[in-house]
């Protein structure tokens, strides 16, 4: 995607420890126009696959995410990282937080995923894997059929697309950070 | 909103303490389409207040207010409520979680808000006020003009319209209700 690629090269800051701040269009500040544009562009890539349920990880995976639902046409459920009062029998997993320190969970009521359910992961970042993975164990546990994982921007030297590849389904990235540190950012060619 | 209120009364859940569960399509699964019908709705109630962000609170505000931003055509900005190492000077707020216990931060970052923002304000509910007291309060403290207050659900016998109304801006919510317990929901037939 062009105008995000723009984005990313003239806004984004990388702030050391593989982290890029983006804070003015995505992680903070969030550019509706440019999450709708994300939302179809999902839709293009991830069609065939016929996702019954989208499934994202809050905070930063829900305001592309709930775009890319209305693009397909279902439901969004977004995993909590705290559990509410109105939560009885959930799915649970732990995950090191790379912006916020220490683990965080991930919270699903099962009442949400069941077996007939076909389920596309969407987030904001793919970096080590270990949110999209742990969102994906969700998926299996719930006996639903995981059908792919799309991300808004991939941090490809950070491995989390291998440690991926083991659930067997498509991983389309909208962009791919092939390296930065404190002067700049290079981009995929293809992305 | 008809639709609002059809699925209020047909899948709300009341969880006693005041809360109202509507995890199925607005608080944790989320229903696109309605968002989208939702975000219109702001538009048409507030568009005259030509507000040019749009602020809400992390988690539940995103989905709703990410299609009202896309209506108006202006940036959202969602108050974090876990401080990210990408954020440098911020506004911050405690305010009491009825749904998770304790207190929450509430913590916006200062490049977003300048005294050249008109702010609206939307948020899922409306009940004792404290959140859109401590989003109004960023808003002042940053300069930014305050030019409405939106929700979703307002809890009419909780007070908050009351603890808003020193704001001097329009409040509008989509729907109201005036009573609920063990037995059943109770909605305002103006809403």
Request: charged share 20%.
């Amino acid at each position: 995607m062009r105008e995000l690629r723009e984005r990313i090269l003239s806004e984004g800051q990388y702030i050391g420890n593989n982290i890029l701040k983006l804070d003015s269009f995505l992680n903070h500040q969030v550019d509706p126009f440019l999450m709708s544009k994300m939302g179809i562009e999902f839709w293009r890539l991830f069609h065939n696959a016929e996702p019954t349920k989208i499934l994202t990880a809050a905070v930063s995976g829900i305001a592309p995410a709930v775009h890319a639902a209305a693009s397909f046409g279902v439901p969004l459920i977004f995993a909590r990282k705290a559990r509410s009062i109105t939560q009885r029998d959930v799915y649970v997993r732990y995950i090191p937080s790379p912006t916020k320190g220490g683990d965080v969970q991930l919270i699903v009521s099962k009442e949400f995923l069941c077996n007939h359910n076909r389920v596309l992961i969407l987030d904001d970042f793919l970096a080590t894997g270990k949110t999209i993975e742990a969102l994906a164990d969700i998926v299996l546990e719930a006996g639903a059929t995981l059908v792919g994982i799309g991300v808004v921007i991939e941090k490809s030297f950070q491995g989390g697309r291998d440690a991926l590849q083991k659930f067997g389904v498509p991983i389309h990235a909208l962009t791919t950070i092939v390296h930065m540190n404190d002067t700049g950012i290079v981009l995929d060619n293809g992305s």
